[in-house]
């Protein structure tokens, strides 16, 4: 069950008109504070982003199931049955037996998953599976989203990076 306060960012950022995988990114975020807390761990960081999708489709977040072919076809019935999850008002109270086993598994994996490093490659990786137009698009966007006071903190950052690899080099 996802924490209140997880909800509630996620209901502000829908009704800020923010897109379904922006919202979506409040549970991911919790599921990394909650491995950096040590409540559970994870195989992968891929995992831990998973855990974090499950739980916002589930919630309510119209978050669509990932297109054919990208996935297996199981994850992606199990993304079709976590947004049904999500629609459905009636609430069946989980089975404490599955969901012990669950909590104990993750209690056994690592907490490496939600490190810096570890979170920089799987972003790095998934960016560049995005052709570049594709990357160039979102960043046209951001820049529509953020306004000036946005831009000019992304700015003045990217010349921070710049500078420091420049040192690095």
Do not use: C, N, Y
Request: hydrophobic share 30%; charged share 35%.
């Amino acid at each position: 069950m996802p924490e209140k306060q997880t909800l509630e960012r996620a209901q502000e950022d829908a009704r800020e008109g923010k897109s379904p995988s922006t919202q979506a990114g409040e549970f991911v975020r919790e599921e990394i504070e909650h491995i950096r807390e040590g409540k559970h761990g994870a195989r992968s960081t891929k995992q831990a982003i998973a855990i974090g999708l499950s739980k916002a489709r589930r919630a309510g977040v119209k978050l669509p199931p990932p297109k054919a072919g990208k996935v297996s076809a199981r994850t992606r019935a199990q993304a079709q049955r976590d947004s049904r999850k999500g629609k459905s008002s009636r609430r069946h109270k989980p089975s404490a037996t599955r969901s012990q086993a669950t909590s104990k598994a993750l209690k056994r994996e690592g907490r490496s998953a939600a490190s810096r490093q570890s979170l920089s490659r799987q972003t790095r990786s998934a960016a560049q599976q995005r052709s570049s137009a594709s990357r160039r698009q979102a960043a046209i966007k951001a820049v529509r989203t953020k306004g000036k006071t946005g831009v000019r903190q992304a700015a003045l950052k990217a010349a921070r990076t710049r500078a420091t690899h420049r040192k690095a080099a």
